[in-house]
């Protein structure tokens, strides 16, 4: 093989390289940007859980109310 054909296989590899970087670079960026908008959303507090009992009409009804 030649000096020429090994330069012009060296070439070849180093461009596939860079198609293969430029792949992986713009999955990781596409990954960055999901990671953002996920920051970007506020995260729910979920508040202290307390017992509520409602008299209604004589009728007791008990549930978990959310204190806000």
């Known amino acids: 093989m030649s000096v020429e ?3 012009k ?3 070849a590899e ?3 390289e ?3 970087l430029a792949l992986r670079t713009e ?3 596409m990954q960055v940007s999901a990671i953002d908008q996920v920051i970007a ?3 729910p507090r979920t508040p202290p859980v307390t017992r509520a ?3 209604c009409d004589g009728i007791v009804i008990s549930r ?3 204190v806000v």
Request: charged content about 40%.
């Open 41 to 43: 959303q506020p995260i």
């Open 27 to 29: 999955t990781v960026t």
């Open 18 to 20: 860079i198609d293969g």
């Open 64 to 66: 978990a109310d959310r």
């Open 9 to 11: 296989r060296k070439r």
């Open 5 to 7: 054909d090994e330069l």
């Open 14 to 16: 180093l461009l596939a």
């Open 53 to 55: 009992k409602c008299v």
